[in-house]
């Protein structure tokens, strides 16, 4: 005799976020990381990836700027999200003194390329029309 199912996968599931990305690469492969920052830590230089990203605070705060948008907070048990592609990511350090910032990305990668490419000095300075203004 069979056991008797939970029915608890009916109220299980929580949708964080949706999103329709712009495009996903051809040939794409997820890749899923998890990035740790220590209090007050930056975190990554400005930065692209080569397809969309999708993300959720774990554990802290993360201050979060990606190019034409004003910066802003997520926290922990929010997720967030970015298109990828030629879209400048700004920011994404620890935006607390007093403890880590822990947050996984799901990336939807194109074949060959890296999953992080850095944007130089001279490309910030033509595009920085394209930037949200900054608090003061």
């Given at each position: 005799?069979?056991?008797?199912?939970?029915?608890?996968?009916?109220?299980?599931?929580?949708v964080?976020?949706?999103?329709q990305?712009?495009?996903?690469?051809?040939?794409?492969?997820?890749?899923?990381v998890?990035?740790e920052?220590?209090?007050?830590?930056?975190?990554?230089?400005?930065?692209?990836?080569?397809?969309?990203?999708?993300?959720?605070?774990?554990?802290?705060?993360?201050?979060?700027?990606?190019?034409?948008?004003?910066?802003?907070?997520?926290?922990?048990?929010?997720?967030?999200?970015?298109?990828?592609?030629?879209?400048?990511?700004?920011?994404?350090?620890?935006?607390?003194?007093?403890?880590?910032l822990?947050?996984?990305?799901?990336?939807?990668?194109?074949?060959?390329?890296?999953?992080f490419?850095?944007?130089e000095?001279?490309?910030?300075?033509?595009?920085?029309?394209?930037?949200?203004?900054?608090?003061?």
């Open positions: 005799m069979a056991e008797p199912r939970s029915t608890a996968w009916q109220t299980a599931v929580t964080l976020q949706e999103a990305p712009p495009f996903i690469p051809k040939d794409a492969h997820a890749m899923t998890v990035v920052y220590p209090p007050g830590d930056p975190g990554a230089p400005p930065h692209r990836h080569p397809g969309p990203a999708f993300g959720f605070v774990l554990e802290g705060e993360m201050l979060m700027e990606l190019e034409g948008e004003p910066e802003r907070v997520i926290r922990a048990g929010e997720a967030f999200w970015e298109p990828g592609g030629d879209v400048i990511h700004y920011q994404d350090g620890n935006n607390r003194e007093d403890g880590p822990r947050f996984t990305v799901t990336m939807l990668c194109e074949p060959g390329r890296p999953m490419v850095p944007v000095e001279d490309e910030l300075a033509q595009r920085k029309h394209r930037r949200a203004p900054r608090p003061s």
